[in-house]
């Protein structure tokens, strides 16, 4: 709202003149007010460069003139560079510099090398202007790159509201609903379902609502980055940290709200467990971050927003699949359990399969980070319980009277009206659970499971950063720059008709892309 420094490009082109002169009085009233204003204005009249305090004049995109309006004619005299009497000096100095004598361009440029205004910010006499070659590509520093990219991108998720309570909000709601759903699970046989289901859609709701912001927003920004990048304003690491950096906040501080709620809810007051619920919490933001490196990946690997949203469900669906709950690990087919072998003397080459075969692990489960998370949890949530088993009920029912004891034989015992058979369950407790759904290994240990969980989104981050940077490395859309290249001339050619001296090819203008967007 009050800007610090303001950028016009041409504010009085198309204009009457006494529109332009009320416009550049009020920028220049701005300027006055401890603003910085910068104009770029074709053809001023006089009135309105006497407006400006300052002058930047550029030939052939180097400077020729950099200082104030009022000594702009007694500078270029001083070079025997005479502006006409009566004449708009303004015409006179665009004129000036857009001479096609090379002499006097040259003089121009010397002129100005040789003068204070080109010595006053180098007291040492460096170069102010330098010309930035390949190994300083960046005028920026990149630590101080990095700090401005994510100075922004704080400013524009703060600015985007909406966006923000979206978040929060969706996962507040979330939490509530489902813990509607699961509210004060008991401790009987049918609870254990219960349990591992709440922990179940716990994760995929915490899951979606990180990747989906992730492949949706990213596309939005794409095209601003390519043409900036491309610029050389700062480079594809730095804008990949900050853009990482920035979502952090967003998703791990909503996760902690979202398991608060369904874990207060869901689980009763007496099997409250403070340090397994801390636990849970940081498992869940954990896997609250894998998913959006996930997210990521999907975002700068898919080539439209409308591929991203359908890839990422289908890449979502097999990791809830192989979570070890909707299929038990025993249960799991011999080509999606064991690693490819070769049997040599009754053993399993190379040694990994037989040691992978031996820990009772599946590789199909082991890649999917769900399975860790899962299994993590549910050990926290099952942890010191003990379920009731009730008894088996059978209901009276009538004796045929061909029955043997249907009381005809004094010696027979007649059958109760029932029968009742306690303890008929196998899942006593919650060591029996984990130990039937196969969360018993060592690497379903918290200990393990969050170094792991860190592991896979730093090896995703890498992935989505190899990626942005490989389509980004040759142009915009990942073309290279000799294909942008030839596509113009290509089109130059057939819209001006003159055959230009360079070997173009001829599928030149098979590219599917707009020119606008390549040129702008």
Known sequence: NDPSLLLLDEPTTGLDARTAYSIMSIARDLAHTGRTVICTIHQPSYALFTLFDNCLLMSQGQIVYFGGTTTVEKHFASIGLVCPEYYNPADFIVETAGSSEVEKLHQLKQAFKNSDM?????????DPYPSYGFLTRYALPLPLQFFLLLKRAVLMNIRN?????????????????????????????????DRLSVVLFALLFVTLINIVPAVVTFPTERVVFQREHLNNW???????????????????????????????????????????????????????LVANAQGMVISVAAPTMTSGVFIAPMTTLPLIFFSGFAVLTSNLPFLLCD????????????????????????????????????????????????FTCPSVHIPDFPI????PTNGSNPHDHPIPPHIDIPDCCTLKNGE???????????????????????????????????????????GPFGLSFNKIKYFILAKIERHSGVKLPVDIPEDAEELTIDVDDVLG
């Open 118 to 126: 080109y010595l006053r910010e180098s007291p040492e006499g460096d």
């Open 161 to 193: 509201r909406p966006y923000v309570a979206s978040r929060v909000m969706s996962q507040i709601v979330g939490g509530i609903i489902l813990g509607i759903l699961y509210w004060q699970t008991g401790d009987d046989q049918t609870s254990i379902h």
């Open 400 to 403: 045929p009277p061909y029955h």
């Open 432 to 474: 029996d659970v984990v130990d039937h759904f196969g969360f018993y290994h060592w690497w379903n240990d918290w200990l393990i499971t969050i170094p792991l969980l860190l592991a896979v989104m730093l090896l995703l981050r890498m992935i989505a950063y190899i990626v942005l940077k490989r389509k980004t490395k040759g």
């Open 234 to 288: 700062y480079g594809v690491f730095p804008y990949y940290m900050a853009k990482t950096a920035s979502e952090v906040p967003l998703t791990i501080i909503p996760p902690i709200l979202f398991t608060t709620i369904w874990y207060a809810m869901v689980i009763k007051i007496k099997y409250w467990d403070l340090w397994a619920f801390i636990i849970i919490v940081l498992v869940t933001q954990i896997h609250a």
């Open 339 to 386: 690693l490819p072998f070769v049997p040599i003397d009754g053993k399993m080459w190379p040694p990994p399969a037989q040691w992978f075969h031996d820990a009772g692990g599946c590789w199909s489960v082991q890649l999917s980070y769900f399975y860790y998370s899962f299994g993590t949890i549910v050990r926290q949530i099952f942890k010191n319980l003990t």
